[in-house]
Every structure is written in structure tokens, then in C-alpha cells.
């Protein structure tokens, strides 16, 4: 296979490599939607198991008083104790009223992130398939590279760089950190279809001319 080929499949390959970021990207996205609304319907029915536990102390609170008023007490030990259980009675009763807008919450809640747990279920399973068609085609890719080329892809790789691994030339300058090239550099990346780094942010360069299909 001739040089400006393989230049060709380098370009596959780098655009391969950004669909299967994106498709990453996609899948971790969704799991974190889904953590997030499972967690806030966790954190709801926690609420709702909390008001019920209220509800069971004030229960208990209401069952003392009542015991103590049917003791022989002062009057104002009575008015007192009576207040505490109006306060309770009280309490209770806007307790229970919350606890009902909960219940109400989480029946419609619940179905919603079943739905969407579903959805995101379904939509992980198909990024997954086209993640490993991904990696099949990428592999097959990678293994007809000369054997530089793939040490060198496989170190700049490891340095997860965000905007992928690859570069050109533009304007004498690496197009993404715009470090300065001399002539020379440039001659051998875009007429000598050299292989080369840039020295600046560790990408690979693409012979611009050749990946644009300028030059055959």
C-alpha cells in the first residue's frame, strides 16, 4: 500500500477515533442522567420513609399524653400538658399533609424514571453495539499501520488529550495550539508525508494536502 493510503487511513482512522469519543460521551451522559434522577427519587422516598417515621414518633407522643392526662394532675399541670398535645396534634397533622404531597410525587415520579431508566437502557445497549463495531473497525485499522506509526499513536493516546490526537498545519502553525513550525517541519509533513509530533501539544500531524484530498 503506498504512503498517501495509508495517510488516508490515518485519517479514518482519527475520524474513528472522535466518533467513538462522542459515542463515550453520549453512553457516559446517559448513565449519569439516570444515576442523577435515581438518586433524586431515592433521596424522595427517603423523605417519605422519614415523614412516616415522624408520624410514628408523634403517635407514641400522643399515647403518653393521654396517659399522663388520665393521672391525677393540678390544673395547670393539666392546661399544660393539654398544650403539648395540641402542639403534637398539630404537628401531626401538617406532617401527615406533607407526607401525602410526597405519596403524590413519587407515584408520578416513579413512573417517570422507570421510563427514563428504560429509555436509557435501551439507548446504552445501542451505543454499546456501535462502540464495538467501533473497536473492531479500529483495531483492524491500527494493525495495518507500520509498526512506528503504531508506537507513536499508542503514546500519544495515553496522554487523553481532549481534542483528539491529530493535527495539520495551518499557516505554518500546528492548527490546535498553534505552535510555530519551521519551514523545514512543514516540508516534511505536507511534501515528504512524513510522520512528525508537534512539539507543542504532542498531536500527530495529518498532511493536510493529502487528508483533504488536494492532493493525490
Same mark, same amino acid.
Given at each position: 500500500?503506498?504512503?498517501?493510503?495509508?495517510?488516508?487511513?490515518?485519517?479514518?482512522?482519527?475520524?474513528? %477515533?472522535?466518533?467513538n469519543d462522542s459515542l463515550?460521551?453520549?453512553?457516559?451522559? @446517559?448513565?449519569?442522567? &439516570?444515576?442523577?434522577?435515581?438518586?433524586?427519587? *431515592? !433521596?424522595?422516598?427517603? *423523605? =417519605?420513609? =422519614?415523614?412516616?417515621?415522624?408520624?410514628?414518633?408523634?403517635?407514641?407522643?400522643?399515647?403518653? &399524653?393521654?396517659? /399522663? @392526662?388520665? #393521672?391525677?394532675?393540678? !390544673?395547670?399541670?393539666?392546661?399544660?400538658?393539654?398544650?403539648?398535645? +395540641?402542639? /403534637?396534634?398539630?404537628?401531626? #397533622?401538617?406532617?401527615?399533609? +406533607? &407526607?401525602?404531597?410526597?405519596?403524590?410525587?413519587?407515584?408520578?415520579?416513579?413512573?417517570?424514571?422507570?421510563?427514563?431508566?428504560?429509555?436509557?437502557?435501551?439507548?446504552?445497549?445501542?451505543?454499546?453495539?456501535? $462502540?464495538?463495531? @467501533?473497536?473492531?473497525?479500529l483495531n483492524l485499522l491500527?494493525?495495518?499501520?507500520?509498526?512506528?506509526?503504531?508506537?507513536?499513536?499508542?503514546?500519544?493516546?495515553?496522554?487523553?488529550?481532549?481534542?483528539?490526537?491529530?493535527?495539520?498545519?495551518?499557516?505554518g502553525k500546528c492548527a490546535? %495550539?498553534?505552535?510555530?513550525?519551521? +519551514?523545514?517541519?512543514?516540508?516534511?509533513?505536507?511534501?515528504?508525508?512524513? $510522520?512528525? /509530533? %508537534? =512539539?507543542? %501539544?504532542?498531536?500527530?500531524? $495529518?498532511?493536510?494536502?493529502?487528508?483533504?484530498?488536494?492532493?493525490?
Open positions: 500500500m503506498d504512503k498517501v493510503s495509508v495517510f488516508f487511513q490515518l485519517k479514518e482512522y482519527d475520524s474513528l %477515533c472522535r466518533e463515550k460521551k453520549q453512553k457516559n451522559d @446517559l448513565i449519569d442522567r &439516570l444515576k442523577t434522577r435515581q438518586g433524586e427519587l *431515592q !433521596e424522595a422516598q427517603s *423523605q =417519605a420513609q =422519614a415523614l412516616k417515621q415522624r408520624l410514628r414518633e408523634l403517635d407514641t407522643n400522643l399515647l403518653e &399524653l393521654d396517659r /399522663v @392526662l388520665s #393521672q391525677r394532675l393540678s !390544673e395547670a399541670s393539666k392546661e399544660e400538658v393539654e398544650e403539648k398535645a +395540641l402542639q /403534637v396534634l398539630i404537628e401531626q #397533622q401538617k406532617t401527615e399533609e +406533607l &407526607l401525602e404531597e410526597k405519596k403524590t410525587f413519587l407515584l408520578g415520579f416513579e413512573i417517570t424514571v422507570a421510563e427514563i431508566t428504560q429509555e436509557s437502557n435501551e439507548s446504552i445497549q445501542d451505543l454499546d453495539r456501535k $462502540l464495538h463495531h @467501533l473497536k473492531t473497525r491500527f494493525e495495518s499501520f507500520p509498526t512506528d506509526w503504531q508506537g507513536m499513536i499508542e503514546r500519544v493516546q495515553a496522554k487523553n488529550l481532549s481534542l483528539g490526537n491529530f493535527t495539520r498545519t495551518q499557516e490546535l %495550539c498553534r505552535y510555530k513550525l519551521s +519551514l523545514e517541519v512543514q516540508s516534511e509533513i505536507d511534501q515528504q508525508l512524513k $510522520l512528525k /509530533v %508537534c =512539539a507543542g %501539544c504532542s498531536r500527530i500531524f $495529518l498532511p493536510y494536502q493529502v487528508v483533504s484530498g488536494s492532493r493525490a
